[in-house]
């Protein structure tokens, strides 16, 4: 099946709670390169006097990134992208897809994780894959795990991924007005987007209230009204 157009199989588009993703292709890693990986700040560590704000994260980002590979194509683990964090942002048609493989085949066994986004989005490529397949996203960059940045205390509310400790401040966030109930929200401990890297999610109709803890590596957000700290 071709990649355009592609519904990622996690929980992210995912509308679900935890509990009902057993449909998600986790790769039931061991959190390796994640963890505080996971959540991998990213425009933190690059970030000159020449920044502006990012209109996905409410954080500084450089105007000029470093950009690690393009964000169409299908890329070998090891040779044409090395294992690390990466992100990329200001994906705004919905159409940027992404797709972690364990081989080269195509086919549905051979997906570890993938994801449709809007916005911004971190991800753990592991050494143990072998293509990492991306399309219609923008460039991506890598991420220094360990940068810090100046943590903002509101979000997009479809600002997709965001690096607790660098994009945004641990605390308690309000979004309200929320009528569709196409508001979901994820708590997770790192960029592998497996079954196991959730902590929390779910989707929200009216006002949605989470804590988002410091241990937690990243938060995701899509369909929301716009979030706010209130603790």
Known sequence: MGMKGKVALGAVVGIVVIGVVSANSGDNGDGGGSGGSDKGSSASAE????SKKDKDTGTEEVAEKKVAFAG????????????????????????CYWE???????????????????GASYVTVKSTDK????????????????????PASTMAGDGGMFRVGADIAPGTYKSTGNTDDS???????????GIDSIIANNNVNGTAVVTINASDAYFKTSGCQDWKKTG
């Open 47 to 50: 970030r000159e006097s020449g």
């Open 131 to 150: 293509l990492f397949k991306s399309s219609d996203c923008n460039d991506w960059e890598a991420v220094d795990p360990k940068a810090k940045g100046s």
């Open 183 to 193: 508001c979901y929200w994820e708590r997770d401990k790192d960029a592998e987007h």
């Open 100 to 118: 972690r493989a364990k081989d080269a085949s195509g086919e549905m066994d051979s997906l570890l994780a993938n994801d449709n986004v809007i």
């Open 72 to 95: 169409d194509g299908d890329f070998e683990v090891g040779s044409d992208v090395k294992p690390g964090t990466y992100r990329t942002t200001g994906n705004t048609d919905g159409m």
